[in-house]
Nanobody, 117 residues
Framework: VQLQASGGGLVQAGGSLRLSCAAS????????MGWFRQAPGKEREFVAA????????SYSDSAKGRFTISRDNAKNTVYLQMNSLKPEDTAVYYC???????????WGQGTQVTVSS
């Protein structure tokens, strides 16, 4: 499984970004997908996850109400729509894939999100 994240960039506080993660895998719909982030000097943290069908999603407290995870299994892609961005959202964002709930065996290379105040 290869994962390619994109869509990061520089945005002002209050703005929006949509991250995409394209997966190179035959059976994308078998995989649960997640987004994580890592800020400088901090540990990687969970942001959001979505089940193989898209029917179940979960969010960190910081993401709840502002971010939306979705997937298009026909395009082998998972998305993270991020609204009302804050400077503390600045981080490298990683997508991940796994066959077991909450267990991610495959990771993308990350995309930088920078939110200016």
């Amino acid at each position: 499984v290869q994962l390619q994240a994109s869509g990061g960039g520089l945005v002002q506080a209050g703005g929006s970004l949509r991250l995409s993660c394209a997966a190179s895998v035959r059976t994308f719909s078998d995989y649960g997908m997640g987004w994580f982030r890592q800020a400088p000097g901090k540990e990687r943290e969970f942001v959001a996850a979505i089940s193989w069908s898209g029917g179940s999603t979960s969010y960190s407290d910081s993401a709840k109400g502002r971010f939306t995870i979705s997937r298009d299994n026909a395009k082998n892609t998972v998305y993270l729509q991020m609204n009302s961005l804050k400077p503390e959202d600045t981080a490298v964002y990683y997508c991940a894939a796994g066959l077991l709930t909450g267990k991610y065996a495959h990771w993308g290379q990350g995309t930088q999100v920078t939110v200016s105040s």
